[in-house]
């Protein structure tokens, strides 16, 4: 799977957008984006997927670049809600029954959203 | 609304002891994992299933055993506890039709005295 490099930390005033990146510049053609959160050492929380596409559900908007080697997770509205460990990851896609790759979670970005 | 449960949520044990951490899943996924993860560190994958009667090592080494004799249900066995056991237990399991999207438990948290 490509390697992916998150800023380890970063700050967002509540009720701001924050958007968070992630470039995985050694992706492959059928490598997914994934993109999860961890509060306080709960169990992660899947927030959305994309392969080339933007794609955008209730909890965020993922932007990919055209060249796909760059993402950025966007959270409208923050809150405090949202300070949480954010997991960027690269893997190729569970449709391939043979592919059986877990996740690997790497350090992600640690986002403190602030009053 | 919990569709992953895990048992205990905290365990305390004495050194030597045989402990088994229970992961259950109502959504009939085929895949399932247990990840570890130390107080403010990264999640570690250590076991992995793609279905019943199948079961796979992680990345990282563990003393931990695990069996899937049905499909809901993916347990977690150490047969003499040490305190370098000492971490959260995490498990997870994912299906094909959320492209592969994991839904997580809330963890047990597990100290060997």
Known sequence: ?115 | EADIYQTPRYLVIGTGKKITLECSQTMGHDKMYWYQQDPGMELHLIHYSYGVNSTEKGDLSSESTVSRIRTEHFPLTLESARPSHTSQYLCASSEYSRGGGYTFGSGTRLTVV
Not at chain 1, 58 to 73: G, H, P, Q, V, Y
Not at chain 1, 86 to 95: D, F, K, L, S, T
């Open chain 1, 1 to 115: 799977d490509a390697k992916t490099t998150q800023p380890p930390s970063m700050d967002c005033a509540e009720g701001r957008a924050a958007n968070l990146p992630c470039n995985h510049s050694t992706i492959s053609g059928n490598e997914y984006v994934y993109w999860y959160r961890q509060i306080h050492s709960q169990g992660p929380q899947y927030i959305i997927h994309g392969l080339k596409n933007n794609e955008t559900n209730e909890m965020a908007s993922l932007i990919i670049t055209e060249d796909r080697k760059s993402s950025t997770l966007i959270l409208p509205h923050a809150t405090l809600r949202d300070t949480a460990v954010y997991y960027c990851i690269v893997r190729v896609g569970a449709m391939d029954s043979n592919s059986g790759y877990a996740l690997n979670f790497g350090k992600g970005t640690s986002l403190l959203v602030t009053p």
